[in-house]
């Protein structure tokens, strides 16, 4: 088995870390419907979202890689890490529940990354500035195809709505991890890296509401609760999460094909 | 749980693949709505980036020529060369006719 690698500290790195794993593994939990998906042409759109996430992922990986600075490209990043040096929100690695679970998370999520690209293409760092500018138009088509799953589903069936209300009541305490401003995040912004996710909340409340109010759902209160993926303390599911992704990688190190 | 069961309407997909050039058809999907036909189409037929435009029609408001009229319809071509304008001498400058 391949050791694991150490990374560094520094707030830019985790700041980056933070997009690049959130993406990489919001892109595992849509890659598992491939398959599944209820229909075929979801199927491949889950897909095909999926793809988008892992080249958002990969590129900010490597740009993480090239600030470390210590010779760990995006592959060793994403497959020799070990589950707390792992920076992604917790909402992503819950498992993906059932279609309504996966589309109230593409739409949370999508929201969220189209906010935070938008911004991002202002970044101090030009290459991070052009990852934005390309992400921000997948982001776009992420957010307006799980949007209109959203309505469709809590405007739709007795069954359709009461699994959306679940999925609801299930994920929306997982938000509130989104904008937990913390130490890295008011560094990024102070150096002009990026903004303090915090201030994306205003926007994506205000987004997720139309969303909802279309679907004839509302936002749960909100709670206590506050996940701690950000800061590497993850759930339980992140573990299991890893082990496949990274399983082929660990056992013939460096394999191609 | 059957009157719930219903399968999605079939939908007939064209795509441009070029400013300029016309919109071919390319395939057929199942979606729920116009809008949902447009956002699978633009998933499933233009992901290799065959596409600057997408039509969707529904395929029940095609109307097709009927298969077993092709003899009466189209054999009737078949010996009329003279409907090919290949009589004519066309002038050097003019290209790609």
């Known amino acids: 088995m391949h050791a694991s690698i150490e990374i560094g500290t520094s707030a830019a790195l985790q700041y980056l870390l933070r997009i690049g794993d959130t993406a990489l593994i919001q892109a595992q939990r849509l890659a598992e419907w491939c398959g599944h998906g209820p229909a075929l042409e979801e199927d491949i759109a889950l897909s095909n979202m999926a793809l988008d996430l892992i080249g958002q992922a990969r590129a900010v990986l490597a740009l993480a890689g090239a600030l470390e600075g210590a010779g760990h490209d ?109 130490a890295v995040d008011l560094e990024a912004a102070a150096s002009g890296l990026g903004p303090a996710w915090s201030e994306l909340e205003a926007a994506w409340r205000e987004e997720m509401e139309v969303i909802l109010g279309e679907a004839g759902l509302a936002a749960p209160a909100a709670t206590p609760f506050l996940s701690t993926g950000k800061q590497g303390a993850h759930s339980e599911h992140l573990g299991y999460v890893l082990a496949e992704m990274q399983h082929l990688q660990r056992a013939y190190p460096g394999g191609v094909w | 749980m059957s009157d719930t069961k219903q399968e999605w309407p079939l939908w007939e997909v064209f795509v441009r693949s070029k400013s300029g050039l016309d919109h071919k058809h390319c395939g057929s999907l199942h979606a729920a709505d116009a809008p949902m036909a447009i956002q699978v189409a633009r998933d499933v037929y233009t992901r290799r980036q065959e596409g600057t435009s997408i039509w969707v029609v529904r395929s029940d408001q095609i109307v097709a020529s009927d298969p077993g009229e092709k003899g009466s319809y189209f054999d009737p071509a078949e010996d009329k060369v003279y409907r090919h304008p290949t009589f004519y001498k066309l002038p050097a400058a003019v290209d790609h006719m």
């Open chain 1, 74 to 182: 995006e592959d060793q990043l994403a497959f020799l890490r070990e589950e707390r040096d792992y920076r992604n929100v917790t909402l992503v690695e819950l498992p993906r529940g059932d279609f309504a679970a996966t589309a109230l998370r593409n739409a949370m999520m999508a929201t969220f990354f189209r906010l935070l690209w938008e911004r991002l293409r202002e970044s101090r760092d030009r290459e991070l500035a052009a990852i934005a500018g390309k992400a921000v138009k997948e982001a776009r088509y992420h957010q307006r195809h799980a949007a209109d799953w959203v309505v469709r589903l809590g405007d739709g069936t007795a069954q359709s709505r009461a699994r959306m209300e679940r999925a609801l009541i299930d994920l929306w305490p997982y938000a509130a991890e989104l904008f937990a401003a913390d």
